[in-house]
């Protein structure tokens, strides 16, 4: 079980702290062996045509916070990505009837002198302007690969401009070039609102927490029959219910790679109880994520009504949609909880997964609970899945596995990835919203969001053959992972 240090203004990377990789091929089995013996290695890949950030995963957390301001400090260039967070965020006002505004998010604008000089008297400017301009109730401050390089102290800034400023100045560390697994950046941010935002207890409270991105608020029915309140946390949250989330009974999470780390540090710091059965996707997973949650909160024999009266209400359904997607196969692209999250939907609709491209992998959760693990979940109740392979976004590699097992429809987490499948004409489907095809329902939703797909592949048919690909013929005949280093596990395609 990870340790969380808050006197450390910086978390640990995932690497370090869990053994996380992003490169290895094999089968789901042998992969979940190797992380429970200890044996897990990372895969090098001596050629890489991508890779994610941690910087933009700990800044996507914090943007969305209402009543905070967010100094990126950083070349201008690192910013690149605000007018996306800001789409996001006035999207997630829209679906929950908030006012419309734009995020506050600034840049020092790092250039070649400070990297020479140093940019502390930027950054201290820069907050002091932030603060004249929006008056927020907090600043956070994350660092960049620029920042970290020529070593500014933006601990002792922060601390310093938070007794001159009185409110919260927080540094956040997740300069991109210190790790490869980019969800290191949930944990940064994470890590920072826990050190300097929530506060002891005061009372325990019938709220929840909810670790979600800034999808649909699918638990308030759920948590409002058993008597709790759900409270979504980060985006869309005040400084203010920040604070107070020491005080909740319960913490879930939507996806364990987002939320490791803080549901371990709610547990670990203020005796928060974590719920770490594997997210609810499809019927088993279900079952032991919601008698989970009824054990936490004491509402046991109401789960087991909940249970009775959903199956009566899904199972018929999902065996007429087992009839129809018979014989059809599949192949899956996300990051590593969803991606087993999926694996579990597609098994239990009857599907056949072809293989799996995840983008990394957690062989342990910071709460040291192997239960908590979707994977082996997936590989103990549907079997082993071949050609499993933990693939940090690298195109290359996903177009030339497709191109040899044309799986009937590829699933897929993250918007980058799905052009691949339609230029070789497979129908394929993006899902960004996680609560989608979460509980009972989801398997529902999932399943007719895929007949759909199936019966429109039109467009793609038409796609891939006036489109073209950026990789020879030499290469498509090639092994996907020919610039795999050791440490790997061969199955073979």
């Known amino acids: 079980m990870s340790k969380i240090n808050l006197k450390a203004p910086e978390v640990q990377v995932r690497e370090v702290r869990l053994g996380s990789i992003t490169a290895f091929k094999g089968t789901a089995k042998e992969l979940v062996k190797l992380g429970r013996s ?59 009837e908030l006012p419309s505004v734009n995020g506050r998010y600034f840049s020092t604008n790092l250039e070649e002198k400070d990297t020479i000089f140093g940019g502390i008297n930027k950054l201290e400017g820069t907050i002091r302007e932030v603060y004249k301009r929006v008056k927020p109730n907090a600043i956070f401050i994350t660092t960049s690969c620029a920042s970290g390089i020529i070593g500014d102290d933006v601990e002792a800034t922060t601390n310093k401009l938070s007794e001159e400023l009185k409110i ?33 207890p005061k009372n325990k409270s019938n709220k929840v927490n909810i670790i979600n991105f800034w999808g649909s608020h699918i638990f308030d029915g759920l948590l409002n029959k058993l008597g709790y309140e759900a409270k979504y946390i980060v985006p869309f949250s005040t400084i203010k219910e920040l604070e107070n989330i020491s005080e909740s009974a319960a913490t879930i999470q939507i996806c364990t790679t987002l939320g490791t780390y803080l549901g371990a540090a709610l547990e670990q710091i203020y005796g928060v109880p974590e719920i770490k059965s594997p997210p609810a996707y499809g019927i088993e997973g279900t079952d032991n994520w919601i008698r989970e949650l009824g054990r936490v909160l004491d509402r046991e024999e109401q789960i087991e009504d909940i249970i009775k009266s959903e199956h009566e209400r899904v199972i018929p359904k999902l065996q007429e949609y087992r009839e129809k997607l018979k014989g059809k196969t599949a192949y899956i692209t996300a990051g590593a909880a969803h991606g087993h999250a999926i694996i579990a939907l597609l098994r239990e609709l009857g599907l056949d997964v072809q293989g799996a491209a995840i983008f990394h992998h957690d062989p342990v959760f910071d709460n040291g609970d192997a239960e ?115 440490y790997t596990h061969v199955k073979n395609y």
């Open 168 to 200: 919260p100045v927080v540094s956040c560390f997740c300069e991109g070039f210190k790790s490869k697994i980019w969800t290191t950046g949930f944990d940064s941010a994470y890590h920072s609102i826990v050190r300097k935002i929530v506060k002891p």
């Open 372 to 486: 908590s693990d979707a994977l082996a979940h997936d590989v103990r109740t549907y079997g082993d899945i071949h050609n499993y392979n933990v693939c940090n976004k690298q195109a290359y590699e996903l177009v030339n596995i497709l191109n040899r097992v044309k799986p009937d429809i590829m699933i897929a987490r993250h918007g980058g990835m799905t052009i691949w499948g339609a230029k070789l004409g497979i129908p394929t489907l993006l899902i960004g919203d996680e609560q989608f095809s979460f509980g009972y329902q989801g398997v529902l939703n999932y399943a007719e969001r895929i007949l759909e797909t199936l019966d429109n592949k039109e467009f793609v048919t038409n796609l891939a053959k006036h489109s073209s690909m950026p990789y020879t013929k030499w290469w498509l005949e090639q092994d996907p992972f020919t610039f795999l280093g050791r």
């Open 38 to 96: 200890g044996k897990l290695k990372d895969g090098t890949r001596s050629f890489s045509q991508c890779m994610g950030c941690s910087s933009g995963n700990a800044f996507c957390q914090l943007a969305m916070i209402k009543d905070a301001a967010i100094i990126n400090h950083a070349p201008v260039g690192c910013s690149g990505d605000f007018f996306g967070f800001n789409f996001v965020y006035r999207v997630g006002q829209m679906d929950r």
